[in-house]
């Protein structure tokens, strides 16, 4: 059973929602009905493949294990407390390095949907363990966290610290109530850019540059242009229905998921996109991989000025986000043109003086959007790996 694509998905979906609800109108707790219900629909999802069920339940003894270890480690004042936990980070990300750089030679390669996305939860958590952020952790809470089922397969990503919150949080039934019409309101939206604008943009993507042809160079040019436009739309409204869908599916459960979208194309620089684009993606990767490595390279004088830094940073921080999408040109290429492209947009914000005495003008905004989305579109003909191999009209 796919999830967000299936109508036996919905179906089970609508059961486990009309439970909550009667649960959360009785002012019940909702954790443990929601790590039930999770056990159940992973269950359904895995339904028609036994390997990747096996895979995905060792999974997730191998990352308890690991947090158990990490936590001990550190409650106890273990002998080289930090060199362990590195190995057991390092153990925890080897499950998804070995899955993405296996499917590069061969397609069915021993994995499950989700792995990309429970891993970045599991590695949160040794992270923020190993920061004194996080003490313990119940059994059944991490299991509850690694598992909940509206995110999955395509997140948002959550935190854990967040999650726990709302898992101690005691919802009236009018506080439920609010939760529940607004949560109501994101999984309409969600169907809406899935089902509507997804669809309409992904037959545009084939017939706009088909009806354009070839004939001449001017057309060809035109037909790859639309397609590109098209292809990232349609990106967009097929993320981001399974992104706002889940939303409105944990908040009936009680968590309040966070929001993954917000006006992406309206973004006036490279940065601001990455604020409005995947954003729990983006987030996560700000905290755990462009601070620390930041704040690495400040300690030890890696460069020579905190410009230079925060540039190789940024470079650093979207090549792991290309290759956490896949070991493939296409997503790597990715990751570094959006590096290089936020490390321009520091450089410039930084630097540049016409920056500083026209950023608040209309008009420098107006352009500085335009030229934001050209190089957006072309990022997503990058990811696409139209812009290696254009398509033929």
Same mark, same amino acid.
């Given at each position: ?221 035109? #037909?790859?242009?639309?397609? =590109?436009?098209? +292809? &990232?739309?349609? @990106? !967009?409204?097929?993320? $981001? ?128 959007? #335009?030229?934001?989305?050209? =190089?957006?579109? +072309? &990022?997503?003909? @990058? !990811?696409?790996?139209? $812009? ?6």
């Amino acid at each position: 059973m796919g999830f967000y694509t299936e109508p036996a998905f919905f179906i089970a979906t609508a059961v486990v929602a009309c439970i909550a609800v009667v649960l959360g109108v009785l002012e019940k707790p909702l954790h443990k009905y929601g790590l039930a219900a999770s056990v159940v629909m992973l269950a359904l999802l895995f339904s028609d493949s036994l390997p990747s069920l096996v895979f995905f339940l060792a999974y997730l003894v191998y990352s308890f294990a690991l947090e158990r270890f990490v936590e001990r480690l550190f409650r106890t004042d273990a002998p080289h407390a930090v060199e362990k936990y590195r190995i057991a980070l390092a153990l925890q990300i080897a499950p998804l390095a070995v899955y993405k750089v296996g499917v590069v030679f061969e397609p069915t390669f021993l994995g499950f949907v989700g792995i990309s996305y429970i891993t970045f939860k599991a590695v949160q958590v040794l992270i923020e363990i190993r920061d004194g952020l996080i003490g313990s952790i119940k059994p059944w809470r991490y299991l509850y966290f690694l598992v909940f089922f509206p995110t999955f397969t395509s997140g948002p990503i959550l935190r854990s610290r967040a999650f726990e919150k709302d898992l101690d949080r005691a919802l009236p039934r009018d506080g439920y109530l609010e939760l529940l019409y607004r949560g109501a309101g994101w999984f309409i939206l969600g169907a809406l850019y899935k089902f509507v604008g997804s669809a309409l943009t992904g037959w545009l993507m084939w017939f706009a540059p088909a009806a354009i042809g070839g004939a001449t160079p001017a057309a060809y040019a035109a #037909a790859q242009v639309v397609y =590109a436009l098209m +292809y &990232g739309l349609n @990106l !967009f409204f097929d993320f $981001a229905g399974y992104s706002h869908m889940a939303v409105g599916v944990g908040f009936a459960l009680g968590v309040e998921v966070p929001r993954n979208f917000r006006a992406p194309f309206l973004s006036v620089d490279i940065k601001d996109f990455w604020n409005r684009w995947h954003i729990t993606l983006s987030y996560w990767l700000r905290d755990f991989v462009f601070m620390r490595f930041t704040s690495a390279a400040l300690a030890h004088e890696w460069f020579k000025s905190t410009v230079t830094t925060a540039c190789i940073a940024y470079i650093v921080n979207m090549l792991v986000m290309g290759f956490w999408h896949g070991i493939t040109v296409d997503y790597v290429l990715y990751g570094l043109y959006h590096g290089l492209l936020l490390a321009a947009c520091e450089l410039i914000q930084r630097k540049w003086g016409f920056y500083k005495k026209h950023k608040k003008d209309r008009w420098f905004r107006v352009c500085s959007w #335009a030229v934001t989305m050209v =190089a957006v579109f +072309y &990022g997503f003909a @990058l !990811f696409s790996g139209q $812009a290696l191999c254009p398509i033929a009209v």
